[in-house]
């Protein structure tokens, strides 16, 4: 990533603002997309660990790695994210999808 991009990722994201280009510049594993979903919907890490077969450490794990790559400091902030970008995530998933 270069330094102008980044400056603008940290930027854009304390005046709150995550634009197409900033989400396309991070990029979410399935999994994590996944997760962020499930914050949106409000489940709990172990809650969310159940439903994807996974431990609460790994879904620990994948909330931090969430928070980083978007600049972001709470489980609230991601459930924003997931809110105001669902359309651009979901296509970003069938697109993923395709790529396998």
């Known amino acids: 990533m270069?330094?102008?991009?980044?400056?603008?990722?940290?930027?854009?994201?304390?005046?709150?603002?995550?634009?197409?280009r900033v989400i396309e510049a991070v990029r979410m594993t399935k999994r994590e997309r996944q997760v962020i979903f499930l914050i949106a919907d409000g489940l709990s890490n172990k809650e969310?660990?159940?439903?994807?077969?996974?431990?609460?450490?790994?879904?620990?794990?994948?909330?931090?790695?969430?928070?980083?790559?978007?600049?972001?400091?709470?489980?609230?902030?991601?459930?924003?994210y997931a809110l105001m970008n669902s359309e651009m995530m979901k296509a970003e998933e069938s697109?993923?999808?395709?790529?396998e």
Do not use: C, M
């Open 48 to 80: 969310i660990a159940y439903k994807l077969h996974l431990s609460t450490y790994t879904v620990k794990s994948h909330v931090h790695n969430i928070l980083e790559k978007l600049l972001l400091r709470s489980r609230v902030q991601i459930a924003k």
């Open 95 to 99: 697109i993923s999808l395709i790529d």
């Open 2 to 20: 270069t330094g102008s991009l980044f400056s603008q990722i940290v930027e854009q994201a304390i005046a709150g603002a995550i634009t197409p």
